[in-house]
């Protein structure tokens, strides 16, 4: 892992005319880490990753990349960087095959007709690079499975070689075997030295893959957990505030006036 | 892979030799991760240079997967199988059109003559050529019901420019399609940047346009062309040389013939799947039969029509775009998901007006070619059952009226159907009222079949 962060951002706020959805939110992405983003609904993930991709730019706050400040105003911007999202509606064409799907908008062309050999050539060179197995490049979407497509839609991601991926939900509404092969996904991302945000509301899948946890709580980071040195319970109270009530609020304060007196006496 | 795994039909011998008996569930996974240590820096180059020898795992075939057998016996099974899961595509247009030949020889012997046949053939293209405008807005998913005012507006232009103001025929009849397609683009506009519902904005261009027409050809209401002029030549002009309804023939053989073997080794060089030789040959052949058949035909009367040679023109030519260029690509994108188009950097606003556009400008070519066939444009040019033959044609030939798949062949073979009917029940005197229930019952028949096969693929997991 480099000292530089691929991807930063700092003190990014934005507002939602009386809501105030995103204060002063931190975070770092560096290439071969994943990522996860965890917060309960409403705790302003999606406004962050719309910030990120371009979609809805933050009102404050800079975004660095390799350390340089840039602007992301359009999702073009966000694309002309190297970063990808792969929205939780894969945004795939049904009656298009693999091919079609993953070229779509960039097509490979010689001269003005579509070099279909070509696409389909480099289509099965990098699914079979992400181990991706399909039936056939040639078969329409539709036919595939939830998982099969949940991997064409990040496998497309990548054509435009980026070096950051954002994937929003990508095991919602898997099976076990195909978040799996998601899961599996993921971490050859990282092996390719690619920074992956991952945004999931599943611990276990959180757990088994990312580096780290970044928690976003009401808006605000709720604290950034190194996955190897941090039980589920704890990222789980960060998400829901758990650790902080009237209880432990209460325990905070007592135990603050027991070390004062302790001071004074 | 849940869908699209038939329990039947799965010899043994589809699985490939090399292809040990592995775990399923847990083959993708360790096939490209643990099996390999140390693979990941290779794939990251292999990825990044697009130049390295292709993957080991790329011979691996997913054993669920019904691989097709090498040879033609798989390319028949295959065939069979797409047919048994609803991937009709033309064959049942094909056998409409034969028995719709068989019963109306039945009947009167005159129908298979080559008199009857190549006038019906050269009837056929004016709904063809609008049908294929029609096919281009079916597989955006939408419709258009203004094409036969549309079509009857451009033969009104056409005439008053050249006869009434005495405007050179070329230019006349360079305005007259620009006509159309700024009818068309209007549509589009309002459909793409305004977001009126299609069916609503053509519904009133079919009454808007039918208006203006009126409006354009004036009182007199008929206004007859020039019996030796470009248009006129447009459906009766015959290539009487018999050279050329053959070696139209040829060359559309040959070509398909040509382009496939090249198709072949470029995947082979490519290393991608590709046809094998005798599914080629077998094909050409399924080609060159009514081909050469029509030739044959054509030249029996008197030669090649020049109308023909436009409609087939104009069938290659958007199938060409449909199929082979990223504008048609586009196409298919918005007509399968607009969202999924957007977000993949598509114009969804462009592509749609370009489709109307394109309608228009179709619709204005069939309606020359009508106009051309009573020689006048009138009152009723474009009128009565023109656009919901149109329609008609492109449903029948199989493109679908549920957006994302279809072809411009379905134009050619529906409008065929279309016409023999027509051509049918003239010959047998029955009169309009039979003619229009026969043709309602076969729109009838060819939406409940697009109807059944998506339910069918959709079960099938192929829709």
Redesign the interface.
């Known amino acids: 892992m480099s000292a530089t962060p691929v991807l930063a951002l700092r003190g990014i706020s934005k507002r939602f005319g009386a809501v105030q959805a995103l204060t002063d939110v931190e975070l770092e992405i560096h290439p071969g880490e994943v990522v996860a983003l965890v917060g309960d609904n409403g705790a302003g993930k999606s406004t962050l990753v719309k910030a990120i991709a371009g979609v809805g730019p933050a009102d404050e706050g800079t975004v660095e990349w390799d350390g340089e400040p840039v602007r992301i105003e359009r999702p073009h911007d966000a694309q002309e960087l190297g970063i990808a999202t792969v929205?939780q509606?894969?945004?795939?064409?049904?009656?298009?095959d693999v091919v079609?799907n993953l070229f779509?908008?960039?097509?490979i062309?010689s001269r003005?007709?579509?070099n279909?050999?070509?696409m389909?050539?480099?289509a099965?060179?990098?699914l079979?690079?992400?181990?991706?197995?399909?039936?056939?490049v040639?078969?329409?979407v539709?036919?595939?499975?939830g998982g099969?497509r949940q991997t064409v839609a990040i496998a497309r991601s990548?054509l435009g070689?980026p070096r950051v991926v954002i994937l929003d939900e990508p095991t919602a509404a898997l099976g076990v075997?195909q978040t799996?092969?998601v899961l599996?996904l993921v971490?050859?991302l990282r092996?390719?030295?690619l920074g992956v945000l991952l945004i999931s509301h599943n611990m276990a899948d959180v757990r088994a893959v990312s580096d780290r946890v970044a928690v976003l709580r009401l808006g605000r980071n709720n604290g950034t957990f190194t996955v190897s040195e941090t039980t589920q319970e704890e990222i789980v109270s960060a998400i829901t505030g758990a650790s902080d009530n009237v209880v432990t609020r209460r325990n905070a304060r007592t135990a603050d006036n027991a070390r004062t007196t302790e001071v004074h006496k | 892979m849940t869908t699209g795994t038939p329990t039947d039909g799965t010899p043994a011998d589809d699985t490939p030799a090399d292809d040990t008996p592995v775990n399923v569930s847990k083959a993708p996974s360790e096939a490209g991760g643990s099996g390999r240590p140390g693979s990941g820096a290779a794939e990251k180059g292999a990825a990044e240079n697009g130049t390295a020898a292709p993957d080991a795992s790329v011979a691996t075939v997913d054993p669920r997967l019904l691989v097709r057998q090498k040879g033609f016996a798989g390319y028949l099974e295959d065939l069979l199988r797409r047919l048994r899961t609803g991937e009709l595509g033309s064959v049942p247009v094909i056998v409409g059109l034969l028995v719709i030949g068989a019963v109306f020889q039945l009947q009167d012997s005159a129908f298979l003559s080559s008199n009857n046949l190549s006038d019906l053939f050269v009837q056929s293209a004016g709904t063809g050529l609008i049908a294929v405008g029609i096919v281009f807005v079916l597989i955006l998913g939408e419709i258009d019901l203004s094409v036969g005012s549309v079509s009857g507006m451009s033969a009104a232009v056409l005439a008053v420019l050249n006869i009434n103001h005495g405007m050179n025929e070329v230019l006349a009849v360079l305005l007259a399609l620009l006509t159309g397609m700024a009818a068309g683009a209007i549509h589009g506009f309002f459909f793409a940047r305004i977001g009126v519902p299609a069916f609503v904005v053509t519904l009133a261009g079919l009454l808007g346009w039918n208006g203006l027409m009126l409006q354009i050809l004036g009182p007199s209401g008929t206004i007859n062309l020039d019996d030796d002029g470009l248009v006129a030549h447009l459906t009766n002009y015959y290539f009487a040389d018999k050279a050329a309804a053959m070696g139209l023939a040829t060359v559309c053989v040959l070509a398909f013939l040509g382009f496939s073997l090249l198709d072949q080794r470029r995947r082979k060089a490519a290393d991608v799947p590709s046809r094998p030789l005798s599914e080629i040959l077998l094909r050409t052949v399924v080609l060159a039969v009514p081909a050469y058949v029509a030739a044959a035909v054509f030249n029996s009367y008197k030669g090649l029509p020049l109308a023909v040679v436009i409609f087939l023109g104009v069938v290659v030519i958007g199938d060409f775009v449909l199929r082979r260029t990223s504008y048609g690509r586009q196409v298919f994108a918005v007509g399968g998901s607009s969202e999924a188009a957007g977000r993949a950097g598509i114009n969804v606003p462009m592509v749609r007006i370009t489709v109307y556009a394109i309608a228009g400008t179709m619709a204005a070519v069939g309606g020359l070619f009508f106009a051309s066939q009573i020689n006048a444009a009138n009152q009723s040019s474009g009128a009565g059952s023109l656009l919901m033959n149109c329609i008609a044609a492109a449903v029948i030939g199989g493109t679908s009226l549920f957006g994302g798949r279809g072809k411009t062949w379905s134009a050619l073979l529906g409008a065929l159907v279309i016409q023999s009917i027509n051509s049918g029940m003239a010959l047998l005197g029955t009169g309009s009222a039979l003619r229009d229930m026969i043709t309602g019952a076969v729109l009838l028949a060819a939406v409940v079949i697009d109807s059944v096969s998506r339910r069918t693929q959709k079960t099938a997991g192929r829709a």
């Open positions: 929205y509606d894969l945004a795939l064409c049904d009656n298009l079609g779509l908008g960039n097509e062309k003005t007709v579509l279909e050999v070509e389909e050539r480099r099965r060179e990098l079979s690079t992400l181990s991706i197995r399909i039936p056939s040639r078969v329409p539709a036919s595939l499975s099969q990548l070689e075997e799996a092969q599996d971490e050859r092996e390719r030295e």
